[in-house]
């Protein structure tokens, strides 16, 4: 059975939001594999009650997130859920408090810690865990004073299994892994420094993409080998929005809410706008890592459609379909100034806005949006 090292239990009408932010950062340090965020992660079929109760039980951090209704959420019946032997949230911490993993009740969004008479007795020593609060001012600040914690038992356990508690810093730019709950194979991208923005002699390029600055992605993250395909999203999500069928075809038609909740059914995440393009530069300055025609379906060679994955050229990280076939979403926010900034180490782009960024162009664009360095935009809701 895959291990699980941390564990995020969480009650969706509490703290949904602050739960998934959480994962999100959690993904960035730890990885994929090393975090489990309940339901959202199970293929769907599975056992749901069965695979919490063996995530839980091979995890050695559960980290219990309390809002301010996580004890007066109610049933259908109007009592607490924390109550009813049922409950999820308390299936989950009352098994790890019975192997005796390490429990962390984390307070986001005014919650408070729970008195053992306000808890089932088999929750009562939920009471007595210390908490770390995160507060909304300085949110990710408070989360990463808690990554000591978290990397005494992961450290050990990868010690005990490897010999080594840093081996996945070993990895090798390129080197793939298959994802068993989409079953796509995802790419290791190292981490390093590359010059974002505009490259040397591009004439196309547009002042969203100016000044280019010099930009340091401290941590390696994995990256979908190709586009998630429709096979993929058909298999995780249950339906196919797509225009153009096909199974090894692009999904298309899919909103920034739809790729952030696919990414978050497997175990993934959307990258920084930043990671994007070291991604898809994989080491070129170039505006574009070959030929056009050989790297890119775009307007002049697409026919009007979108094609399957893998039908052109891969960078040298072996990445195919950066540029041209379909647009690529991002985590940023969009802001025209944003390079005006010159966020140097891992950014995050704005805090807030009204558009996302999207990245590599399409079928149905031109070769300027066929570029490393172009940035569009698009509304989170739009498909």
């Not at 039980?57 to 309390?66: G, K, N, W």
């Not at 069928?245 to 038609?253: A, D, H, I, L, S």
């Not at 959307?270 to 379906?297: C, F, V």
């Not at 950014?347 to 399409?362: E, L």
Request: net charge negative; glycine share 10%; proline share 6%.
């Amino acid at each position: 059975m895959e291990k699980t090292r941390i564990f995020i239990s969480y009650r969706r009408e509490d703290s949904a939001g602050y739960a998934g932010r959480i994962y999100d950062r959690l993904l960035t340090e730890f990885g994929f594999e090393q975090v489990f965020f309940d339901i959202d992660t199970i293929p769907p079929g599975d056992d749901f009650v069965e695979v919490l109760s063996e995530k839980v039980e091979s995890c050695d951090v559960l980290l219990a997130v309390i809002g301010k209704s996580w004890l007066t959420v109610t049933d259908p019946a109007g009592r607490p859920r924390i109550q009813n032997p049922e409950d999820f949230v308390a299936i989950e911490i009352g098994a790890a408090l019975k192997r005796k993993v390490r429990v962390i009740p984390v307070l986001v969004g005014g919650g408070r810690m729970p008195i053992s008479s306000e808890l089932p007795e088999e929750l009562t020593a939920l009471a007595r865990r210390q908490a770390h609060e995160l507060p909304d001012k300085g949110f990710i600040g408070a989360l990463e004073r808690l990554f000591p914690v978290l990397r005494k038992p992961l450290s050990v356990a990868a010690a005990a299994a490897s010999g080594t508690a840093t081996g996945i810093a070993t990895l090798e730019a390129g080197a793939k892994k298959v994802n068993p709950k989409d079953g796509l194979t995802y790419v290791w991208i190292p981490p390093g420094t590359f010059m974002m923005g505009c490259s040397p002699g591009d004439d196309e390029g547009t002042n969203r993409e100016r000044p280019s600055h010099r930009v340091e992605i401290t941590k390696g993250f994995w990256i979908g080998e190709t586009p998630v395909t429709q096979a993929a999203y058909q298999r995780v999500i249950g339906s196919n929005p797509s225009h153009f069928k096909g199974p090894q075809r692009p999904v298309e038609n899919v909103s920034w809410d739809d790729a952030t909740a696919y990414c978050r059914a497997v175990g993934m995440r959307l990258p920084t706008d930043a990671e994007w393009e070291y991604a898809a530069r994989a080491g070129s300055t170039a505006a574009r890592y070959g030929e056009l025609d050989d790297i890119a379906w775009y307007e002049t060679n697409a026919q009007e459609q979108t094609h399957d994955v893998k039908g052109k050229r891969p960078n040298a990280w072996g990445v195919y379909d950066t540029l041209g076939n379909v647009w690529e979403w991002v985590e940023d926010w969009f802001d025209e100034a944003a390079y005006t900034r010159g966020e140097a180490r891992d950014p995050q782009g704005p805090t807030g806005g009204k558009y996302r960024v999207v990245r590599g162009g399409s079928w149905y664009f031109n070769s300027q949006d066929a570029r490393a360095s172009d940035r569009s935009r698009g509304e989170a809701s739009n498909r």
